[in-house]
């Protein structure tokens, strides 16, 4: 029988990368907290899997942009199964515009989930999380590709990334690690949503191994940080890209 004696939180985890980094965890024996915003069917059929697989797994609605909704889903994880010792900051949105056109309301999005959503969860691990822990923040490799029209996601997720870099600092003598995972295109709702199928295509060959990324290959880089094998990677971003940059 498998014995969870850690508990990992997993922010926007009833799909894509998310659902698979909380599955993969769960694999590693971890006690997984499968976070959602609205998706509670989505968040279920996650539980679901890993439960049938052995695992152990809660489901916990919270906004990451709220900052009292994270502190009460810390609060309720802690009077459930335990202290947390692996935060992923997972939660994300992705809208594209060019800047000409990126109104107040799709800047405000994209700020309040993926830049207040990663410090709201950071401030509550800074104080909260086992010694030992880790945190692993998700950025994006468009920060060095600069794709047209991701100025708004890119420019939050580059905000992560310094965040990443000066919390690992700020945790020096809890042997606590910050790292950042920044997948390129990978193949999820929200990175497919809205594409041709002829920029798939092409946005699949711009890497040398010529394929899109899935969430599996990003869950496997968040799997190895979390572990006691990437003890020594911190303050660092991953980008787990196939070598598109």
Known sequence: MKTFNQVALVTGASRGIGASIAKRLARDGFAVVVNYAGSESAAREVITQITKAGGRAIAHQADVSDAASVQSMFDHVEATIGTVDVLVNNAGIMELKPLAKADTQHVDRQI????????????????????????????????????????????????????????????????????????????????LNGKSDELIDRMAKMNPLERLGIPDDIASVVSFLASTDGAWVNGQVLRANGGVI
């Open 112 to 191: 309040d989930v993926n830049l207040k959503g990663t410090i709201n969860a950071l401030r509550e691990a800074a104080v909260r999380l086992n010694n030992g822990g880790r945190v692993i923040n998700f950025s994006t490799s468009v920060i060095g590709l600069k794709f047209e029209n991701y100025g708004v996601y890119a420019a939050t997720k580059a905000a992560v990334e310094t965040l990443t870099a000066i919390m690992a600092k700020e945790m020096r003598g809890k042997e606590i690690t910050v790292n950042a995972v920044a997948p390129g295109p990978t193949a999820t709702e929200l990175f």
